[in-house]
């Protein structure tokens, strides 16, 4: 297996450089969706006068400091998004990044849940490591040794984010019970019409009608769902690794994060398109 053959070598196997570099369209595809989206729904007032984004950073780093944050807000958002479409079209790849890991560095100032801006800037950090993140749209695929090394770590990272979160949620008693999942369920059922912004709901009509009550067969078909999470995050990475199962693990990847994005459209489509974005690493 290509992974085991690279650790063995000193990172020294050849691998496809195309991987990364196809990841590296991914990331700045995304990244750039996510930017733009961020301008809208209120992201482009975020730090308006009086807003609580701005009474919360003037607490925590003082008035001098959030004020300098407040003015540089909205040309990075610029800036970054920019940058984001140029990475993802390969025009001077090393720049681009990171100019879209300082706009996502920036995030971390502000927003309160901060794992998706921590997840692509544990990726982004993968990508400048390559050796060989190409050009333009063109893709190499001449075995080399330039992103072995690269390839590798982003495979790592991917595999620690889903062991860590399937024993996260086996350490919940309230995870494994599936009563989690149906409290989130019930709880967005009820409010959906009340939130300020489209997109931040997106469970299906069917799902809400047959398992979006707390009774006893609801919280019976979350607990399943959670049992089967749990062994799907544990199962996906060496299945990825696999050439004989790989297929079968990108599909089901997929269609988990599809589910999970269901839950939180607009907060998850970065880790999501991310996280289903490194399966590509994981093929030699």
Known sequence: MWFFDSLASAFHHPTDPGRLQQFRLVFGTVCALRFAL????????????GSLTSFVTEHLFGQRRARLLATAYRPALIVRTIAAIALALGLAPRLSLTLVLAGIVMELLYLKSQHGARYALLTGACLLLAGNPGHGLHIDHAPSTANTWAQCLLVLITTDIYWNSAWQKIRSVQFRSGLYLAQWI????????????????GIPGFVRRHAGNLGHRDVRL????????IAVEIALPPALLIPQTTPYAVVVGIGMHMAFTCLKPRQLIMF???????????VA
């Open 38 to 49: 961020s301008i809208g729904q209120g992201g482009w007032d975020r730090f308006a006068q």
């Open 186 to 201: 019930h709880t967005y059922n009820q409010v959906r019409e009340q939130l300020p912004y489209g997109h931040q709901y």
């Open 222 to 229: 979350w607990r399943l769902v959670a049992i089967t999470v």
């Open 272 to 282: 999501s398109g991310l996280t289903v974005g490194t399966y590509l690493a994981f």
